[in-house]
């Protein structure tokens, strides 16, 4: 049931705004249509859905990492989650997929972070995965800058930001004190609870 759902990700269509996916703690998947007035249970093999994510050309094609017993795998759908075909398994228990993205300017790039730190790349569709970075706590969000294929902007759990520019071989990592308007003497930032990329300024977060 929706109304006692814990959910955990949401994801808009890239077509369709009235067309939402959102993955839950212990209740799967669901889909509206309609601008969330009702809604349908997908058939998802795991029941913890941490992270969704949509191509951003094609909103048939979809992304979600989940918790199959103990273990972390991902799954791609091309048919808007009538279908899912695994894509990734973690190596061992424990472990969640946190934060999973694909590239708006590049469908087939993904990355996804998991709760141990770990930031794996594919930029075959979730064919093949690399890992990218350990960051020092769970990335729970995961930013590209349209306009920018290379960059990708990462926000790590109680430390900050990690930035790559380059596709993810190098990355900049960046406390919340780093963000301070210098102009602002009353503000005192300890950490970052959300971010955000605006859609129209590569450099611009929020």
Known sequence: RISTADVVSL?????????????????GMFKTADGAEHWEQLVFPPIKVYGLALDHGNGDRMYA???????????????????????????????VITALGSSPDVP????????????????????????????GGPVTKILFHRGSPEKVTLLVLDRGVAVSADGGTTWNEYAAGD??????????????ATITADPSAANTLS
Not at 70 to 79: E, H, L, N, P, V
């Open 11 to 27: 994801v808009f269509d890239p077509r369709d705004a009235q067309i939402i996916y959102i993955g839950t703690r212990e209740n």
């Open 179 to 192: 963000f301070l308007n210098t102009n602002t003497e009353s503000v005192s930032l300890q950490n970052i």
């Open 108 to 135: 087939e790039t993904l990355y996804a972070g998991t709760s141990d730190g770990v930031v794996i790349k594919s930029t075959n569709g979730g064919e093949t995965w690399k890992n990218v970075l350990t960051a």
């Open 65 to 95: 990492g989940g918790v199959y017993g103990d273990i972390a795998k991902m799954y791609r759908s091309d048919d808007a989650g009538k279908n899912w075909k695994e894509i990734y398994t973690e190596p061992g228990a424990g472990t």
